[in-house]
């Protein structure tokens, strides 16, 4: 199962002559766009995703938060953060976080760096959170093994039931003829994490917002994802309206989670047999 989705998120990639001609990182993301989340997260804290890690954070506990961004995902908390370790790859984002973190007075560490590899040096947490990643993660099952070892309560997932670039394909075959895939999903994540003996219990509902505002805001993000130049934005408007994609329906969320295994208690030692009485040879 994880060589299959391995191979669906491979086909996601972005055709070699197409990305030579990009004039910006198609799979680049803003950190004020990032930031943003956080702070809307903040101001309405809500979903089941936060509802199940709180219920299971011990008063004062600590949480992982791989691919942590902003603190979109875990910053609500608040005060029931003991400590928030928070790991990503980019020094805007856990820079952003750490802002949001100390006006809240949350206890942060962070760690620089991408999951699995940061993992010996990342402290084990009551709950790991990892919050819209695995569609980013190639070897799935190393990713959640090592997310699991880090949890000693629970692990909480959240994703979108399709891969969240999947509202562009239209556009893909309307400006390059290229047809992407429809795999992999949520569903997949879950046969994944049973396949490696973990009891997943599952929830989804509608994203909480629109994807976008306004048309002009999703023209900008089309054509970064499609490796066209911003001056095309107004022909991604165009296209958007007549290929009848506005507005852009709202993604289903999908939140996973299991617990742990407790680790096996140490078998008893085996009594020694009682020295004979030396009196009676018994």
């Known amino acids: 199962m994880d060589e299959r989705w391995r191979a669906d998120l491979e086909r996601w990639a ?13 799979w680049g993301h803003s950190a004020a766009r990032f930031a943003e989340r956080a702070d809307r997260a903040l101001a309405t804290p809500e979903g089941p995703a936060l509802a199940r890690t709180a219920e299971a954070l011990p008063p004062g506990g600590s949480v992982l938060d791989v691919g942590a961004g902003s603190g979109a995902a875990t910053l609500p908390l608040g005060p029931a953060l003991g400590e928030l370790i928070a790991v990503d790859v980019s020094d805007a984002m856990l820079a952003e976080l750490a802002s949001r973190a100390a006006a809240l007075g949350v206890p942060l560490r962070a760690v620089r760096g991408r999951w699995p590899d940061v993992a010996d040096r ?3 947490a009551d709950v790991a ?6 569609y980013n993660v190639p070897d799935l099952a190393a990713f959640l093994t090592a997310l699991t070892g880090h949890a000693r309560r629970r692990v909480v997932l959240e ?3 399709r891969h969240p670039m999947s509202w562009l394909n239209p556009l893909w075959q309307h400006f390059h003829g290229v047809t992407r895939p429809l795999t992999p999903t ?17 929830e989804s509902r509608l994203a909480p917002l629109s994807r976008f505002d306004r048309l002009e805001d999703l023209a900008e993000s089309a054509c970064r994802r499609l490796c066209l130049g911003r001056e095309r934005a107004g022909e991604v408007i165009t296209a958007v309206v007549e290929l009848d994609m506005w507005p ?35």
């Open 14 to 26: 972005v055709p070699e002559e197409i990305a030579a001609r990009a004039p910006a990182d198609p």
């Open 122 to 124: 990342t402290p084990v």
């Open 129 to 134: 959170v990892a919050a819209h990643v695995v």
């Open 159 to 161: 994703l979108t039931e």
């Open 186 to 202: 949520a569903h997949d994540v879950i046969a994944v994490a049973e396949g490696l003996g973990h009891r997943v219990r599952h």
């Open 248 to 282: 852009v329906p709202r993604d289903r969320w999908f939140t996973l989670w299991w617990e742990p295994e407790p680790e096996p208690e140490p078998e008893p030692e085996p009594e020694s047999a009682p020295e004979p009485d030396q009196a009676t040879g018994r």
